[in-house]
């Protein structure tokens, strides 16, 4: 069984920063996929960034590139969602998500290819 638990969103005003967190627990993958998805109201669930464990090969939607990183920290088992000059458009309700193995580069964006999600965290920007 795998546990993912997300924390760190909230409420912030255009331009600000937020990061959320994606601890893993439970069983232990070698070379997994982590990813974050987000889901605004009315609409449907899409991708935000993926990364590659082993490797660290990362990959974005065209809307957050250059504004979104996913580091991450092997001590903690843990990955992040690093939002930087957040726009009231990233408001949403985002979800980390993992798959046991590598996601060719076409199917990152694809939810239905990741094994477990966290229960999701709301970032809401607004002035």
């Known amino acids: 069984q795998v546990l993912l638990e997300e924390s760190g969103g909230g409420l912030v005003q255009p331009g600000a920063s937020l990061r959320l967190s994606c601890t893993v627990s439970g069983r232990t993958f070698s070379g997994p996929t982590v990813a974050w998805f987000r889901q605004a109201p009315g609409k449907e669930r899409e991708f935000v960034g993926a990364r590659r464990w082993s490797g660290g090969d990362t990959f974005y939607a065209e809307s957050v590139k250059g504004r979104f990183t996913i580091p991450k920290d092997n001590s903690k088992n843990a990955y992040y969602l690093q939002m930087d000059r957040l726009k009231p458009d990233d408001t949403a309700v985002y979800y980390c998500?993992?798959?046991?193995?590598?996601?060719?580069?076409?199917?990152?964006?694809?939810?239905?290819?990741?094994?477990?999600w966290g229960q999701g965290t709301q970032v809401t920007v607004h002035s």
């Open positions: 998500a993992i798959r046991n193995s590598r996601l060719i580069v076409s199917s990152l964006r694809f939810g239905e290819h990741y094994d477990y």
